[in-house]
């Protein structure tokens, strides 16, 4: 459905509050569908927020966004897709490595990546996920400082 | 008995739903007649009724999966109290619930991230901008008309077919639609008192409501119009709906077949349209069906 919506009726993302609307309509399908995840994604978010100087946020296009300094980490949508910005190598590495990680969901040769969470064991991967994607933006961080 | 009220479980669906009650009064009281319910009472008051839930239960630190459970299990209250103090029927809240439940839990998440910034005055601004929007919107004009066709194909000619259009015997075989199957009247039987212009004619549904029609355009082997002057007022959807004109088009297609189209205008009540209007499209549209494959098997039959 979550593919359906966002191929078809994407554009309708930029009407201020119907991508909230969606996530909500997507947090009561996971409400009854798989409930666990909803716990998974507090589980998520309690663990990453441990980090310093990291936030969550309502992402723009519905879910729950983890930034670090103000810089997105990732979101999770409430159907459990995460979308992560890693870099293109990492993300290729991951591709090979797992075959449910996938080109993100709309932004397509970037290093932006999409996995969907569905068991227990997900939820680990994804806090893997957030490490990495922490590195990234602490590396990407003080090679700026490291230039000025 | 008091315990159990100020316990903050209890107070969040206590209050959220008194608050409810309380608006949705005192516009019943305020407008009686106009029997419209408007988007701010399906959008507005359950965001509203979320983000007051979840002030109460703020201080529970409610996991994700409990504060989308508790939303629900508000809007089974608010269904409840609808069926006792505003007398909606089963169906309309069967068709009304999943709205009410994605608004209240939309409610009760954006408060819970709106209670931990702990800003009063951007919780004031929300209240402000909810309540602005319901003034807005209660003092704005609602008015909606749409019109639904359908088409089939029946392998017989017009004349025939024709002979079933203006009235036709009572259809025994159940509803296939989930609606109808639930419990929704589905149409039977249609009479009427001669085949002329100006003639009465009878829509009966399962329940035994009957819609008086008036036959405007008659249009042998062609075209049947009719204006329903007369329909049941009832705590099911006939309530928030008004069928308008129903017509039967009859095209020969040379070959001994006939295109049936179906064409039915209607007056919603109950809005947001984007919302409602999906379900008066899809209940106009069955309503069509079971009719138009009752005629054609009543057209076919040897």
Known sequence: ?148 | MLKAITLAENKGFILSNLFALLIIGLTRFLEPESGILIFSEFVIVPFAMGVISIWCWRKLELKSKTLAAYSCVNVFIAAAMSAIFLREGFICLIIVSPLLMVFTMMGAFAGRAMFKKNNQTLNVSVFVMLFGIFIFDSLSVHHFENKVADTITINAPPAEVWKYVVAYKRIETPGKYWLFRIGMPSPVQSTAEGYYLGAKRKCIFSNGYVFDEKIVTYNENKDLTFDITNQPRDPEIMGHIDILRGQFLLKDNGNGTTTLTGNSWYRLYVFPVWYYDIWAESVTRNVHLRVMEHIKELSEAK
């Open chain 1, 1 to 148: 459905m979550f593919n359906f919506v966002v191929k078809y009726w994407g554009f309708l993302k930029f009407v201020p509050g119907l991508p909230h609307l969606f996530d909500a309509w997507l947090k009561l399908w996971t409400l009854i569908t798989n409930p666990k995840l909803l716990d998974w994604i507090d589980d998520i978010e309690k663990e990453v927020l441990k980090r310093d100087n990291t936030t969550a946020t309502t992402h723009k296009f519905g879910g729950l966004q983890f930034n670090h300094e103000n810089k997105e980490l990732g979101h999770i949508h409430s159907n459990g897709l995460l979308d992560m910005l890693l870099n293109r190598e990492l993300k290729q590495q991951l591709i090979q490595q797992n075959s449910r990680v996938k080109d993100h969901h709309s932004l397509k040769n970037t290093g932006w990546l999409s996995f969907y969470m569905e068991t227990h064991g997900d939820k680990e991967f994804v806090l893997e996920l957030f490490e990495m994607a922490y590195k990234v933006q602490m590396d990407k961080t003080n090679n700026k400082r490291n230039i000025l």
